[in-house]
């Protein structure tokens, strides 16, 4: 028996409490996190935002029936503040005061951070973030009672953009600022002019290779870098996210290249008595080996397994991420998995791109729409680098096909070969995967 601390309890942390306690019913675990909510659904907050999740209810777990539920020890609106490493101990802080708890093993799921700018104004009422349940609940609270009508937002990845819809869903006005050539730096260039062209058709206002300067007027004037000036009367500020290393590096744990904390294949942290994992940690691409952030729920739902294992004296090694991602804007979904063009020319791999747009199922039956796949790989031997799939249907089907290719170690010739299952409301004979198969083993010959 032992005691496993663990420092965030939403989707790292939550999951490592459940799934440890699966296994083992001898061990304390104890469970902080800072805020008043644990394992909350952050990937709908969106939704309830726009009105398509109708209850706020829906996103949140009781935290007394998590407690029941796994015997786990839950302390929420309790911040732990510091990991004296020689001791195994953590001081954590709540209204009581400061306190000191002894470990055996201790995970760390702190997440990551959204990005604030260095700016006046940022900390205005009108100006948000959405990381977490009260940053939902202060934009819902604000569109509520303020009625707001234009709203501008900092940032077109995926945050931004899922903000887009569910504002213009209430009727807000978008208008949508990126400091960068393009909309979603996660897919290449070409693919993304798709998504703004969509973004376009839906009203929303663009503007690219521009950034947030300062605010004036109570935060209800924005003023760019190219000296455009925006009035809006909400903002949210969606530029990224950081993630959260204090901790770490206060006790001074490894931290990697990308600025996250260094894990090995069983998440153990420099230090083997603490682990670490989601949003915080640096992984490795499986294709290429190298290093990278990812914060996604996925690879962390994984990540927990493998600690959890591994606390268990079970060795499952975490794989990598290749970091499939996939999310609604409007009418469109948007899907991405493995290296895009940017990280492979990073890496200097030398790859071929092909792009094939197509309907998504037979066109004499009624709904297909278009949907443009995009693939990257090895000129030399066609191992498959990267996908990107964008399309009005049939897009999750199509990434997913695509990212288990990846994962098994296909090349594109493998692609034609796969059954994928046709009739007319799904596909073709030749299924759009099996025809950028075709078109890709063409460009390697
Ligand atoms: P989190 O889930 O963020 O949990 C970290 C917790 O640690 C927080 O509750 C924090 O309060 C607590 N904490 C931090 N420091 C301390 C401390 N010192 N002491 C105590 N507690 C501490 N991913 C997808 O795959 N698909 C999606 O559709 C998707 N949508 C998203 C939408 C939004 C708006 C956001 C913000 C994220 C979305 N994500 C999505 C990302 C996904 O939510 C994260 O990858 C995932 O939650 C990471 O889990 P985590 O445990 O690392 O961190």
Request: net charge negative; glycine share 8%.
């Amino acid at each position: 028996s032992k005691i496993v601390v663990i420092v965030g309890g939403v989707a790292g942390g939550a999951n490592v409490a459940a799934q440890l306690r699966r296994d083992d019913q001898e061990s304390e675990i104890i469970l902080f996190d800072k805020g008043e909510h644990i394992a909350f659904s952050t990937c709908g907050m969106p939704y309830y935002i726009g009105g398509v999740v109708d209850k706020r209810e829906h996103l949140l777990v009781n935290a007394d029936q998590f407690a029941e539920k796994y015997n786990v020890n839950v302390q929420t609106n309790t911040e732990v503040t510091f990991i004296d490493r020689g001791n195994k101990q953590i001081t954590y802080r709540n209204k009581t005061g400061k306190q000191r708890k002894s470990y055996d093993k201790l995970v760390l799921s702190p997440g990551a951070s959204a990005i604030k700018p260095d700016l006046k104004g940022t900390d205005d009422e009108r100006v948000f973030t959405l990381h977490s349940i009260p940053d939902m609940d202060a934009i819902h609270n604000f569109i509520q009672t303020k009625k707001p009508r234009t709203c501008a937002i900092i940032g077109a990845g995926f945050v931004g953009l899922e903000m887009v819809e569910n504002l213009k869903a209430l009727g807000i006005d978008c208008t949508v600022v990126d400091r960068s050539e393009q909309v979603m730096k996660l897919v290449d260039q070409d693919m993304a002019s798709i998504i703004e062209d969509h973004l376009k058709a839906k009203d929303v206002q663009l503007i690219l290779n521009d950034q947030l300067d300062s605010f004036s007027n109570n935060s209800k004037t924005l003023h760019l870098n190219s000296g455009k000036i925006l009035q809006a009367d909400m903002t949210i500020l969606a530029a990224g996210i950081r993630p959260n290393t204090k901790l770490a590096r206060d006790s001074e744990l490894e931290i990697g290249s990308t600025g996250a904390i260094k894990v090995n294949e069983y998440m153990q942290s420099s230090d083997p008595d603490i682990y670490a994992l989601g949003d915080a940690v640096q992984t490795n691409n499986p294709l290429t080996g190298s290093p990278r952030h990812v914060a996604l729920a996925g690879p962390a739902h994984r990540q927990a397994f493998v600690v959890a294992a591994h606390l268990n004296s079970d060795e499952i090694e975490y794989a990598g991420t290749l970091g499939s991602a996939i999310f609604k804007v409007f009418d469109m979904t948007v899907g991405s998995t493995g290296l895009n063009k940017a990280v492979l020319d990073h890496l200097k791999i030398g790859y071929i791109e092909i792009t094939h747009e197509t309907l998504s199922h037979a066109g004499y039956y009624p709904g297909a729409e278009n949907i443009c796949i995009k693939i990257l790989f090895d000129e030399k031997t066609g191992r498959l680098y990267g996908a990107q799939v964008i399309g009005e249907e049939g897009v999750d089907k199509r990434l997913a096909v695509l990212a288990t290719a990846m994962k098994a170690g296909l090349t594109v010739r493998g692609l034609p070969e796969l059954e994928l299952g046709y009739a007319p409301p799904y596909s073709s004979p030749k299924d759009p995967v099996n025809v950028i198969g075709y078109k890709a083993e063409k460009a390697l010959e």
